[in-house]
């Protein structure tokens, strides 16, 4: 586990402005996540974003007036997310952290805790669980959890809007074990963009099950979106938020979950 969570460590100390990009250049999983996120935040929350990354969703609802507190294993994350926040004007507090070490920070209880990181980069499933129990241990009787997932599917949906890709990927071991794991209902832990968990969506609501949640939510961050992004981003503005408005829609309907590349639970803590 030390050699995975360090490898992830260096590929975010190396990418964090990447990172920080990475939602401008594919907007559809902020616009959509956001969405959602919306219909329960509210001015005044206190929301602990643990592995927030570069700050984006932090900074977005400190902008909406929530108290924001933002925790992730990189160093060069939480520079970034600090820096950005005094650009865009606006307070979050922010630290280096493991979300599986969160307790002695005595950061108290909070409204809203997003687990929208850790998930797809512990490969072990108990540290999985030990991260999903320590984020709720952080969050009031009634308060919202959000928890994000790469889908397996996904990897595929990335090698169809990105030529060149798939012919190496299918004969790879590795990834070829991807590939048949999808059909066999399994995870796949290992090697991709870093040491990552591409989660296969049948096992999601079995996973969150058996935690003390009443489930909300699960639907595809990128909504049904993601496969013709690439050439969908080309179109006018005026076509884009006509296809943005509609995907609204679908969000919540199971059949459509893989069309998206991430997936977020959202649940009530009881």
């Not at 490898?7 to 969405?35: G, K, Q």
């Not at 820096?83 to 922010?94: F, G, L, W, Y």
């Not at 209902?185 to 591409?198: I, K, N, P, S």
Request: charge should be negative.
């Amino acid at each position: 586990m030390q050699q995975d969570i360090a490898t992830v460590r260096e590929h975010y100390n190396a990418n964090a402005e990447r990172e920080w990009s990475r939602l401008d250049e594919h907007p559809f999983e902020f616009i959509f996540t956001t969405h959602m996120m919306e219909q329960y935040v509210r001015e005044g929350d206190r929301i602990l974003d643990i592995g927030g990354g570069p700050g984006r969703y932090a900074i977005h609802f400190a902008k909406r007036g929530c108290d924001v507190t933002l925790v992730d294993l990189s160093e060069e994350n939480v520079r970034v997310a600090l820096e950005k926040a005094k650009e865009a004007n606006v307070s979050i507090q922010a630290m280096v952290a493991n979300c599986l070490a969160l307790d002695p920070q005595a950061l108290g209880e909070f409204d809203h805790v997003f687990l929208m990181g850790p998930l797809y980069h512990l490969l072990n499933p108990a540290d999985q669980k030990a991260a999903v129990e320590t984020a709720l241990s952080h969050l009031k009787t009634g308060g919202l959890f959000y928890a994000s997932f790469i889908l397996a599917f996904g990897a595929l949906i990335f090698d169809l809007k990105n030529g060149g890709n798939i012919v190496r990927d299918s004969t790879n071991p590795e990834t070829r074990s991807l590939i048949d794991e999808i059909v066999n209902g399994e995870d796949y832990r290992g090697q991709a963009f870093t040491r990552v968990c591409l989660t296969n969506q049948r096992n999601i609501l079995p996973f969150m099950e058996q935690f003390p949640l009443e489930k909300l939510h699960l639907f595809g961050q990128e909504g049904i979106l993601a496969p013709n992004e690439n050439e969908l981003l080309q179109r006018d503005q005026e076509e884009i938020d006509c296809w943005i408005e509609i995907a609204k829609k679908y969000l919540d309907m199971p059949e459509l979950l893989s069309y998206s590349e991430h997936a977020m639970y959202i649940g009530k803590k009881l």
